[in-house]
């Protein structure tokens, strides 16, 4: 069965940085693309970042080029996003979410889905 469980959400003013973390069971963790999907209030599910199986590829939202950074560690099992000069735009719930052979830019292509955590950036 496999599970994502985020953690690292919270409240943080505009221009701090947060760290998600998404640790991932039940699943050959380098054979799956990991990433980072949000859902803002009132909004559309977006794209946030993602990371090859290999750690080799990263790709990023434009709205958080620059200031998020996406890592992963296969030992422990886990992808992080590191996010930094955060926004209040950036207010969302973060779900972890992997697929074995999609691109997680289209959300279709997701295979799990973590429930999500929170982050609420304040002014």
């Known amino acids: ?15 701090g940085s947060l760290r998600l973390s998404c640790a991932a069971s ?4 380098s054979l799956y693309t990991m990433g980072w999907v949000r859902q ?3 909004k559309e599910r977006e794209f946030v970042a993602s990371i090859s ?4 590829s990263t790709y990023y939202a434009d709205s958080v080029k620059g ?5 992963r560690n296969n030992v422990n099992n886990a992808v992080y ?5 955060l926004e209040t735009g950036d207010t969302a719930v973060y779900y972890c979410a992997s697929t074995l052979l999609g691109d997680l830019r289209f959300t279709r292509d ?5 429930k999500g955590t929170l ?5």
């Open 53 to 56: 199986g290999n750690g080799l």
């Open 81 to 85: 996003l590191e996010m930094n000069s």
């Open 1 to 15: 069965q496999v599970q994502l469980v985020e953690s690292g959400g919270g409240l943080v003013q505009a221009g």
């Open 110 to 114: 997701v295979n799990n889905w973590g």
């Open 40 to 42: 803002a209030p009132g």
């Open 26 to 29: 039940g699943l050959t963790f």
């Open 67 to 71: 200031r998020f950074t996406i890592s």
């Open 119 to 123: 982050v609420t950036v304040s002014s």
